[in-house]
């Protein structure tokens, strides 16, 4: 009994326990934010559909389209500080 006490409060169960009330994936949040995220669903139901990636060729190359384009937009802080040496 007191085994079983002691693993429930051990640090690794914590540290699950903590896991579980933020996401895994915090990245994952900000793609409902983005312009592609049209293409980005669709390329994910394409492979629940067909479970074949080869299938689903188009719907990658929409969203990495989708993707440069979003990029190209809105330049990384990093990439603004090294042009800014630059000039």
């Known amino acids: 009994m007191a085994a079983a006490h002691a693993a429930a409060a051990s640090p690794t169960h914590r540290a699950s326990v903590q896991a579980t009330s933020t996401p895994l994936y915090p990245s994952a949040a900000r793609i409902a934010d983005s312009s592609c995220f049209p293409q980005y669903t669709a390329s994910l139901k394409c492979l629940e559909t067909s479970?074949?990636?080869?299938?689903?060729?188009q719907q990658f190359d929409d969203y990495k389209e989708c993707k440069k384009k979003e990029v190209s937009l809105f330049p990384s802080p990093k990439s603004q500080l090294l042009s800014s040496l630059f000039v």
């Open 51 to 57: 479970q074949d990636k080869s299938k689903c060729q």
